[in-house]
């Protein structure tokens, strides 16, 4: 899917900074703005970066989460071109922080609880990094 992806070539040919990342599984190959685990990692920094990029991508599975559970059309496949997919996306992040300010409480799953008795997971808003998940990028010269 990645190789396919527009954001492929986007970080390839540098439209996008240096200093931006991707983070994929142990399923992708490396690459100097897709950063992916180690898999025998040695002791020290190798399995140090590979808790971070844990911890990390767990924050961003979570934000997934609670956009998917307070909007279902995120839930399947969304049949909208990949420039409009990406504007829904932003709506829910920007509806979710709203909702988030205002204390809506997301809708419950199954019963589902976390431990202190409510559905928030973290309890705090999408991030910023999250939110830039589905930005559209169209750098001027870029094709179409």
Same mark, same amino acid.
């Given at each position: 899917m990645l190789s396919e992806s527009g954001i492929r070539q986007l970080f390839e040919r540098r439209y996008v900074p240096a200093n931006c990342h991707l983070l994929g599984d142990s399923g992708y190959p490396c #690459? +100097?703005?897709l950063l992916t685990p180690y898999l025998q990692p040695r002791q020290g920094p190798q *399995?140090?970066?590979n808790r971070a990029? #844990?911890?990390t991508r767990a924050v961003v599975e979570r934000g997934i989460g609670q956009l998917k559970r307070r909007f279902h059309v *995120?839930?399947? %496949?969304v049949r909208l071109r990949p420039e409009k997919v990406? #504007?829904?996306i932003i &709506?829910? &992040?920007i509806l979710h922080n709203i909702c988030k300010v205002r204390q809506i &409480? %997301? +809708?419950l799953e199954d019963g589902d609880e976390d431990e202190d008795g409510d559905n928030d997971e973290d309890g705090g808003m999408l991030t910023e990094q999250v939110l830039r998940m589905g930005m559209v990028f169209d750098p001027p010269g870029y094709p179409e």
């Open positions: #690459k +100097p703005w *399995l140090n970066y990029h #844990k911890t *995120l839930h399947g %496949e990406s #504007k829904v &709506a829910c &992040a &409480a %997301e +809708p």
